[in-house]
């Protein structure tokens, strides 16, 4: 039998509590990937994020174990920040408008966050490797990418094949232009999205015209 739910002022105490916890938990990663950022990866020890985040070095053991713990959270809370502003795009009314709509999303998560994207993406933390189970649900959360690709197949815009594929291309795509912006080597999002229109247009049935 499923327990119930808790009712009453013991359920509302116990609803309470877990919310307080996740905000704390979130104040947590994000003074440790605004450390990141500001210091670099000799700052993140548990006593100095304890400092800054106002707590106890034990909550820290207590959420995360270790810092490796700490840092594959951090790892994988940048891939669900990821997601929830792919997912936020509007649905267009054809799924090609849909897919380019995700380009910018995506170069806007990667600049607002960092933090995240330094370790997500640029090995921020020395020794930090992600658990295979991490990185699946790493690109799980990029899931939305694969549908909407698998949504341009069913429609006759994108060549029928695997749309992992053609995921994969993409992403690449947009990760090496974000990495050479972020690297001050590119002004602005321009190159960013011609060469995200390049690859989608490689694997188009007809490819658009420049």
Not at 5 to 16: C, D, E, I, K, S
Not at 90 to 114: D, I, M, S, V, W
Not at 143 to 158: F, H, K, P
Request: hydrophobic letters at 45%; one cysteine or more; glycine letters at 8%.
């Amino acid at each position: 039998m499923i327990p119930s739910a808790p009712r009453g002022l013991q359920g509302a105490y116990l609803v309470g509590e877990r919310a307080s916890q996740d905000r704390l938990r979130m104040r947590l990663l994000d003074v440790a990937s605004q450390l990141l950022v500001t210091i670099g990866p000799e700052s993140l020890s548990m006593r100095r994020i304890a400092t800054e985040a106002g707590c106890s070095t034990t909550v820290i053991y207590t959420m995360f174990g270790s810092k490796e713990g700490l840092a594959e959270a951090l790892y994988l809370e940048g891939f669900e920040r990821f997601r929830r502003r792919l997912e936020a795009v509007p649905p267009r009314k054809n799924a090609l408008e849909h897919l380019t709509a995700l380009g910018p999303a995506y170069r806007e998560a990667a600049l607002a966050e960092p933090g995240y994207y330094a370790l997500m993406f640029e090995r921020a933390i020395p020794g930090f490797v992600p658990s295979e189970r991490a990185r699946t649900l790493a690109r799980a959360a990029l899931n939305i990418v694969d549908r909407v690709i698998a949504d341009c197949m069913s429609s006759g815009y994108i060549v029928p094949t695997q749309p992992r594929k053609i995921a994969d291309a993409v992403w690449a795509a947009a990760q090496g232009a974000i990495s050479l912006e972020r690297a001050g080597h590119l002004r602005d999002g321009g190159t960013y999205e011609a060469v995200l229109q390049a690859v989608i247009s490689r694997y188009m049935i007809t490819p658009r015209r420049p």
